[in-house]
Structure formats: C-alpha cells, structure tokens
C-alpha cells in the first residue's frame, strides 16, 4: 500500500508540474521551488540524521535516508502554490493562509504515521511538523520577499540612468 502511495503522490507532482511552470514569474517559481527543495532535503537530513524521523517506505534506500519525493517534489509543489496565493498579502493574511497548509499537513501526516510505514516518529510529534512546515513556508517567502526588494531597487536604478 504504501509503494502504491508514494506512486500516486509522485504522478500528482509530475502532473502539476505543467502548471505551476507557466505564466509571467518564471524565475521566482523556479527559485521558490529549486530553494524549498534543498531546505526541506537539509532539515530533513538532520532529522533524519539525529534519528527523530525514519522512513521505512521510500524509493530508493539504498542512495537516500529522506524520501525524497517529499523533499524535492511535494513540498516544493506546495510552496510554489502557497507563495502565489500570498504573493501580494499582507502579514496577518499570510498568516492565516500558511494555517491553510500547515494544520492540514500536521493532520496528514499524524494520520499516515499512525497509519501507514511511510514515515516513523521517533522524538518528533504532530507539533514539531506544524513548525517545521511553517518555518520553510515563512523562510521561502521571506526570500520570494527580498527579490521583489531588490527586483525594485534593480527597477529604480534603470530610471536613474
């Protein structure tokens, strides 16, 4: 059951995809997405790594400790979603919206750890997950934040020359 999970979680990333990529903001989708990817495989190595989260189902085991269709497809995925349904939102807007994804997620994955051998808790609990994930989500805006800052500034240096 749970090759079959991880089968279905990666033909929906590889089918979103397409339109996540497409429209004006290219390059902040590509950085948002290459960006969430490598900090959620760091945390997750160090997770991994200290023995507070295992994962006995996982495509490839002998390369990798961390599932990396988490890592560097579903929460990239999800970061790029987050961030353009918050791009021009204030903080308290972006607040309740990363709530949006954060409970959800939190649930999810009590429910599957309990439920399923995707992933084992070791030291790590319900809330230790909603952290986490609002961390990488506040950290990945805060960066999609300073480029537009320096996209401005780059835009105000134009008209001066």
């Not at 790594?49 to 961390?66: C, D, E, L, Q, S």
């Not at 809330?127 to 934040?145: D, E």
């Amino acid at each position: 059951m749970e090759k079959k999970l991880l089968n279905l979680l990666t033909s929906l990333c590889f089918i979103s995809l397409p339109f996540l990529f497409k429209g004006s903001k290219m390059r902040e989708t590509l950085v948002i997405f290459f960006s969430k990817g490598v900090l959620a495989t760091l945390i997750d190595a160090y997770v991994v790594g200290t023995k507070r989260v295992a994962y006995p189902v996982r495509p490839f085991p002998k390369i990798f400790k961390t599932n990396i269709i988490y890592d560097i497809l579903f929460f990239p995925i999800l970061s790029v979603i987050w961030v353009k349904i918050s791009y021009s939102d204030k903080f308290w807007k972006i607040l309740m919206k990363s709530l949006i994804f954060s409970v959800p997620m939190s649930i999810g994955q009590w429910y599957m750890e309990r439920n399923t051998k995707l992933f084992k808790w070791r030291k790590w609990t319900v809330f230790h997950t909603f952290g986490s994930v609002n961390f990488t989500l506040f950290t990945i805006r805060g960066f999609v934040g300073l480029l537009k800052i320096l996209d401005k500034l780059k835009g105000n240096q134009k008209v001066i020359e």
